[in-house]
């Protein structure tokens, strides 16, 4: 069945410093993979995403996502993290079982601190 | 240009009650998903209309929900009678795509249920 993990219910880094949200997904074709992020009273805003082509994806904000197929993985990295960055990030595979749905992950929860 | 929007923002209901949940999505968006996250778990999928039509409601969890979108444009969530597992967070998303797999959803910030 397909399903995403990401093992880190929640994370604190320090301002400035470096972040890797972790996601590995299960899927038995080529996957389609995002990562959402919600800041308190928003709903959830896509960061990046990822479905070919260079493996390692830019998005918004200053973040990027690196897909690994040997590892079934699509960490999420951000080289400087700021206090605004504080939210809750879900990894996500677009899967099609008849018809297209996006599976989520159980998220993970940034705290900055300064 | 509007976001999709959600109301209410919150509920509290007692068992064995009825809530409606409304979605706004983006005008013109023809893709209407329904999501819940339960306690801090997962966002689950509870189903995707297109248009007006049910094109997937396989994760709608029994017969007490209910969600309909007629005119295509806005949709409702039904829950009847209410239980005390229904509470979570439920978010709807739209999205301008045909249903692709790599298509952008964009999301309304949620309805906080809380069934008593």
């Known amino acids: 069945a397909q399903s995403v993990t990401q093992p880190d219910i929640h994370i604190t880094v320090s301002e400035g410093a470096s972040l890797e949200l972790r996601c590995n997904y299960s899927?038995?074709?080529?996957?389609?993979l995002f990562w959402y992020v919600q800041s308190p009273g928003q709903g959830l805003q896509l960061l990046l995403k990822?479905?070919?082509?260079?493996?390692l994806v830019q998005g918004i904000k200053g973040f990027e996502a690196e897909f690994k197929r040997s590892q079934s993985s699509f960490n999420l990295r951000k080289p400087s993290v700021h206090w605004s960055d504080a939210a809750e990030y879900f990894c996500?595979?677009?899967?099609?079982?008849?018809?297209?749905?996006?599976?989520f992950g159980a998220g993970t929860r940034l705290f900055v601190k300064a | 240009e509007a976001g999709v929007t959600q109301f209410p923002s919150h509920s509290v209901i007692e068992k064995g009650q009825t809530v409606t949940l409304r979605c706004d999505p983006i005008?013109?968006?023809?893709?209407l998903y329904w999501y819940r996250r339960v306690m801090g778990k997962e966002i689950k999928f509870l189903l995707h209309?297109?248009?007006?039509?049910?094109?997937?409601e396989s994760g709608m969890p029994n017969n007490r929900f209910l969600a309909e979108r007629t005119g295509g444009t806005y949709s409702t969530l039904k829950v009847q009678p209410a239980e005390l597992e229904d509470s979570g967070v439920y978010f709807c998303?739209?999205?301008?795509?045909?249903?692709?797999?790599?298509?952008?959803?964009?999301f309304g910030s949620g309805t906080q249920l809380s069934v008593l």
């Open positions: 209309f297109v248009k007006e039509s049910k094109q997937d």
């Open positions: 990822y479905f070919s082509g260079d493996t």
């Open positions: 899927y038995g074709a080529t996957p389609y």
């Open positions: 996500a595979v677009g899967v099609d079982t008849g018809g297209f749905k996006t599976i």
């Open positions: 005008s013109g968006h023809d893709n």
């Open positions: 998303a739209s999205s301008q795509d045909r249903g692709q797999l790599n298509e952008k959803l964009f």
